[in-house]
């Protein structure tokens, strides 16, 4: 191929169209536990988050819930992928081959939301919340009927378990995490003669930036074990869950739809979800938790 600007704009555009076919290819789960904020600045502030209020009597004057107070804010981070291209390979109409690659660029933007959530669910018992502790903790600060502060637990965990399974309440108006898009991803490239790239080391470099985070919405939706994933065990998280009460006693409401599980334990949580009949005791019983939750088996986990 002769090297000017019209042909390095067909070849741009063809790339282009690559790495848009690349988009399409990577299913996405990260929608199903992350609820998608649009971002239009660098951070965005969720102090909302510490207030999960119910409606009360009206006796003089309105009970005004602050939502400053506990500061939790998600940065945008920006990210890249970039590629080069010899100029030989063009000159010498061999730039077929890195089609795929861009394709495969094309692929890895769209996976990446669901390789920064999942990675952010599975770092749940370091990486803190709006209310200063890990998401997945015992120490959960939460007022109880008499006025008290008391420590609340979203986890049960065995000393000798190493597999970790999720439940989650994904029907609220808030996911347990959230997505934040600040830059879709956009495909670029570096391909002027005067560009340092192409006159000093004869490379067209093409690339994918965007800019995007993630961060926790309320720990009250999820529970995290690492206990064997069975019956008893998957039903005392589903109680625990379904019982919580917020500031000063107040039932949340809270029912739990879906079992998030790595590849690990896809098979375990099949036979929990979709048996009919479970033994017990050496009889055959009604598996009472058949259909009671979806099923997740996360490629990221």
């Not at 010498?92 to 990675?119: C, I, K, W």
Request: a negative charge; glycine letters at 10%; one cysteine or more.
């Amino acid at each position: 191929m002769h090297i000017n600007n019209a042909n390095l704009k067909t070849l741009y555009t063809a790339f282009n169209a690559a790495f848009k076919a690349g988009l399409g290819q990577a299913a996405s789960q990260y929608g199903q536990i992350a609820t998608t904020v649009p971002s239009t600045t660098g951070t965005e502030e969720y102090g909302w988050l510490g207030a999960l209020p119910g409606l009360r009597e009206w006796l003089g004057d309105r009970v005004v819930h602050a939502i400053g107070n506990h500061g939790y804010s998600i940065k945008n981070r920006p990210f890249e992928l970039t590629v080069g291209v010899p100029r030989t390979a063009i000159e010498d109409d061999n730039y077929g081959v890195y089609s795929p690659l861009m394709t495969e660029m094309g692929r890895a933007a769209q996976a990446h939301p669901d390789q920064l959530v999942f990675g952010l669910l599975k770092n749940g018992r370091t990486a803190l919340c709006f209310d200063g502790q890990p998401f997945f903790a015992a120490t959960h600060p939460v007022i109880n009927e008499k006025g008290k502060e008391v420590a609340v637990s979203n986890v049960s965990d065995s000393g000798a378990g190493t597999q970790y399974w999720y439940l989650l309440d994904t029907r609220r108006a808030l996911k347990p995490l959230i997505y934040q898009s600040r830059k879709e991803p956009n495909f670029v490239s570096l391909t002027a003669e005067t560009d340092d790239n192409v006159f000093s080391r004869g490379e067209y470099l093409y690339g994918v930036d965007a800019r995007r985070n993630v961060g926790f919405g309320f720990w009250q939706l999820a529970h995290s074990s690492n206990k064997a994933l069975d019956a008893d065990n998957l039903k005392a998280a589903i109680t625990a869950m379904e019982t919580q009460t917020g500031d000063h006693g107040r039932p949340l409401g809270i029912a739990p739809n879906l079992l998030v599980v790595p590849k690990a334990l896809r098979f375990a949580a099949q036979r929990l979800l979709n048996a009919e009949l479970v033994s017990d005791g050496g009889v055959q019983v009604s598996n009472d938790l058949a259909g009671s939750l979806d099923l997740l088996v996360a490629d990221w986990l």
